[in-house]
């Protein structure tokens, strides 16, 4: 059995559809992960998503972006076993709330590595769609699916997934955790497309430098009105001006005002601050 191949280690967390395990492959010793999906209560057409999407996502392979191995299928017990590299320095969300817990800031070097490595990894996904290729949109770029190597290096992670496993209810996966990071044209219903990623991006640079999201509210309703409004504070005052500038870019309220993901690495700034860490 090719799951023989791996030795089971310990849970490393229920990543956004299933458990995530630390494995080590005994062939060469190497640490991998894998993640549990069990598609049992799938239709075929479900099914049929899934193995596209995941031959998709094996196609994507770029430094910061998780690699994905392979995959193992367990017919009786219904589980498919998507394996990828394993990131040790753990994911963006337990670094925010560490930081947090400590009162400490993230220095600005991080985030504008942060920011420049995670572009580069969405440029990957975005052009494909400019190619003809399909474009292979993250969906849910959060701290939770943001990974970093041995060197704190970005990996994106828990691609598109989402589109098969919740292919008609994206607010609904959405809505499984509060959508800090959903863009004014999700609020509104409207399509999800590149410039909804580039949304993303500017929350998750936010939340790097002001430790929260840059829309926060104690109900979805009052969140939905705060994003459609586009209206937040400037992050840490220690956070420079040039900084401050690209986040207010990407977190535009009208998409067509955003840049797209060239737009974003060809930026002077992003160019000079960023260049180091490509
Ligand atoms: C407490 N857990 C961790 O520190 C942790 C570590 C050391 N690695 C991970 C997660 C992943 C990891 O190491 N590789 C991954 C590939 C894909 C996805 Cl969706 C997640 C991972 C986690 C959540």
Same mark, same amino acid.
């Given at each position: 059995?090719?799951i ?7 849970? #490393? ?11 080590r492959?005994?062939r060469?010793?190497?640490l991998?992960?894998w993640?549990e999906m069990?598609?049992?209560a799938?239709t /075929?057409?479900?099914k049929?998503?899934l193995? *596209? ?5 094996? /196609? ?8 994905y191995h392979?995959r ?8 498919l076993y998507? #394996?990828?590299?394993f990131?040790?320095g753990g994911d963006l969300s337990a #670094?925010i ?5 400590e009162h400490?800031?993230?220095d600005?070097?991080?985030v504008?590595k942060?920011c ?6 969405l &440029?990957v996904?975005h052009t494909?769609?400019?190619n003809?290729?399909?474009?292979v949109?993250?969906?849910?770029l959060?701290?939770a ?10 990996k994106l992670?828990d691609f598109?997934?989402a589109?098969v496993l ?7 996966r959405?809505?499984?955790?509060t959508p800090?990071?959903m863009?004014?044209? &999700?609020v509104?219903?409207?399509?999800y497309?590149?410039?909804?990623d580039?949304?993303?991006l500017g929350c998750?640079?936010?939340?790097l430098c002001?430790?929260?999201?840059p829309f926060i509210?104690?109900?979805q309703k009052e969140?939905?009105?705060?994003i459609?409004?586009?209206v937040? &504070? ?7 001006? /040039?900084?401050?500038d690209?986040i207010k870019l990407?977190l535009?309220v009208? /998409?067509?005002r955003?840049? *797209?993901i060239?737009q974003?690495?060809d930026?002077?700034?992003?160019q000079r601050?960023g260049a180091?860490y490509?």
């Amino acid at each position: 059995m090719p799951i023989d191949d791996y030795e089971i280690l310990e849970s #490393i967390g229920s990543g956004s559809y299933g458990e995530c395990r630390k494995i080590r492959r005994r062939r060469d010793g190497r640490l991998l992960v894998w993640k549990e999906m069990e598609y049992g209560a799938m239709t /075929e057409t479900e099914k049929q998503m899934l193995v *596209s999407e995941v031959n998709l996502l094996r /196609e994507l392979r770029h430094r910061h972006i998780v690699r994905y191995h392979d995959r193992l299928i367990d017919r009786q017990r219904y589980v498919l076993y998507i #394996i990828m590299e394993f990131c040790e320095g753990g994911d963006l969300s337990a #670094i925010i709330g560490q930081h947090k817990r400590e009162h400490r800031a993230i220095d600005e070097s991080f985030v504008w590595k942060m920011c420049v490595q995670l572009a580069s990894a969405l &440029q990957v996904c975005h052009t494909r769609s400019k190619n003809g290729r399909g474009a292979v949109l993250h969906r849910d770029l959060k701290p939770a699916n943001i990974f970093l190597d041995s060197n704190r290096n970005a990996k994106l992670g828990d691609f598109g997934l989402a589109r098969v496993l919740n292919p008609d209810n994206a607010f609904a996966r959405t809505f499984v955790g509060t959508p800090y990071y959903m863009s004014p044209e &999700q609020v509104n219903y409207l399509t999800y497309n590149e410039k909804s990623d580039i949304w993303s991006l500017g929350c998750l640079l936010y939340e790097l430098c002001a430790l929260r999201p840059p829309f926060i509210a104690t109900n979805q309703k009052e969140l939905a009105v705060k994003i459609s409004k586009g209206v937040f &504070q400037r992050i840490p005052q220690q956070y420079s001006e /040039e900084l401050n500038d690209l986040i207010k870019l990407l977190l535009q309220v009208d /998409e067509f005002r955003r840049p *797209s993901i060239d737009q974003v690495l060809d930026h002077p700034v992003v160019q000079r601050r960023g260049a180091e860490y490509l």
